[in-house]
């Protein structure tokens, strides 16, 4: 499956998970944080994996365009 986006969002984290959208939210706020990121900025799915120490070939049947 080729993903054709880099960011990643809460339902993907929800996906992945199995946890709610919202955990997803939350999650993604703390990866701002730790990255020193801006509010607006996005969280992409490398940096989502650097993170969760999750890798990019076990999540990419979760990711849909």
Do not use: A, W
Not at 21 to 40: A, C, Q, S, T, V
Request: hydrophobic content about 25%; charged content about 45%; glycine content about 4%.
């Amino acid at each position: 499956m080729k993903v054709n986006r880099i960011c990643i969002y809460p339902k993907d984290i929800q996906r992945i998970t199995g946890r709610s959208e919202r955990y997803g939210r939350r999650l993604l706020e703390r990866i701002k944080d730790h990255l020193d990121k801006e509010r607006h900025q996005f969280i992409t799915i490398d940096e989502f994996c650097d993170y969760s120490g999750i890798k990019r070939e076990d999540i990419k049947e979760y990711l849909k365009d």
